[in-house]
């Protein structure tokens, strides 16, 4: 929208919204009519002295800032905008922000040696190193009178102390929520809604305070998110304490699937012995119920159910993604190589070729001549003594 000219009797909006450490903004009137653009570091007025800030959002678009997030603004009361940001200014900021981090260890020692129940979280200090703001969270009301007065002594600063909740404690420190992403407070939501257990009911998710709470130790904002559209949805689905009346028994609802226009039923008492759920689509469960209120009661409600073919899915198992046991060949062993075993060694070494065999078979053999002789010998030696005898 900078590209895009505005209308010839219509005068550039003078509002300019700044932002601050953490993501704190506000709106500043550029009375000087400097040529500002998104990312300029600007020096703007404070009370007392100056601050030091980056620019966020100019023109048109910080007009409908204004109309979200501050209707109420007064352009005329807005503090501001001194000038461009110096090298000077610049260098303050950068010590102001390597100062907050032992102040803010200073500060906690203190109160601690005070004996005060608080937590202080973060430190903010001023552009010009004369003003720092000491954000806290605690359970009740704090007396930090004696607080101040250390800290002003300690750090020669002016010394300001502002309460914060939980959720605003976490948008300030950051993190990582249990969907992977940087948390929602501390990125772009800017209002911190009230968050009830009934936003779960209606979800149809399970009141767990472990998987509900986030990081803060509250609900978390992102049940707020899917709301609206549950509410519309569930306008739509009967009432799920109505019971349905068979002659086989009485059927209490279980549990509803928006997505799906699914209820579950379940009978009471013996008739539901063996039967398990019922699934039901809203408009035969109210059906049932206009039945039930003539006086009429069906016989059974699996007269009122409707088979659903199972859809194949349309996508071939390529990679074998959908296999539960796609990880198990990394974890066998490879098939180890067949060693011969040594009766197989001496029956290789037995069998040779036949042109071998030709051959040995016509050399002479020592030993088998040997053999021969001792045996001569030894029947010749058998026969003398048959014939002395």
């Known amino acids: 929208m900078a590209n895009i000219a505005l209308p010839s009797a219509q005068s550039p909006y003078d509002i300019v919204e700044v932002r601050f450490k953490n993501s704190r903004k506000s709106f500043y009137r550029n009375g000087n009519n400097l040529g500002l653009f998104a990312g300029d570091i600007i020096v703007v ?13 100019v023109g048109e678009l910080a007009r409908i800032q204004v109309k979200k997030k501050a209707p109420g603004f007064k352009p005329m009361e807005a503090k501001k905008i001194l000038r461009i940001a110096n090298q000077e200014d610049v260098d303050k900021w950068i010590k102001a922000r ?10 906690r020692t203190l109160a601690v040696n005070l004996g005060l129940e608080m937590k202080i979280s973060d430190v903010e200090y001023q552009g010009d ?7 806290y969270t605690a359970e009740g009301r704090v007396d930090f009178r004696q607080l101040i007065k250390d800290m002003a002594d ?32 501390s990125t772009w ?9 009934s936003a779960a009911r209606y979800q149809q998710l399970s009141l ?40 086989k028994g009485s059927a209490t609802h279980i549990k509803t699937d928006v997505f799906k226009r699914q209820m579950w039923y379940a009978y009471e008492g013996a008739a539901g012995v063996g039967e398990g759920l019922i699934m039901l689509d809203p408009e035969r469960v109210r059906e049932i119920v206009n039945l039930n209120r003539d006086g009429i009661k069906p016989k059974d409600l699996k007269e009122f159910t409707e088979r659903i073919a199972v859809k194949e899915p ?15 060949h990394a974890f066998k062993n490879k098939k180890k190589k067949k060693h011969p075993r040594q009766s197989d060694l001496r029956n290789s070494n037995n069998e040779q ?24 010998g030894g029947n010749d030696k058998r026969n003398s003594d048959e014939n002395n005898a």
């Open 208 to 247: 767990n305070p472990q998987k509900l709470a986030g990081q803060c130790g509250k609900l978390k904002c992102c049940l707020n998110y899917e709301l609206d559209m549950y509410l519309d949805a569930i306008k739509s689905f009967p009432k799920a304490e109505t019971r349905l009346h068979t002659e």
């Open 154 to 185: 300690e750090f020669k600063i002016r010394v300001e102390m502002r309460q914060i909740g939980s959720r605003q404690e976490s948008s300030r420190l950051g993190g990582i929520g249990s969907c992977g992403r940087e948390l929602c407070c």
């Open 314 to 328: 349309d996508y071939g198992n390529v990679v074998g993604q959908d296999s539960l046991n796609r990880f198990e």
């Open 45 to 57: 007025e404070a009370s007392p002295g100056f601050d030091v800030g980056v620019v966020s959002v």
């Open 189 to 197: 939501l800017t209002d911190f809604r009230t968050v009830s257990t």
């Open 353 to 376: 070729r036949p042109s071998d065999q030709q051959a040995q078979s016509q050399q002479p053999n020592p030993n088998r001549n040997r053999r021969k002789n001792k045996r001569r």
């Open 129 to 135: 190193l004369s003003k720092a703001t000491f954000y």
């Open 98 to 107: 390597s100062l907050e981090k032992e102040v803010m260890y200073k500060s």
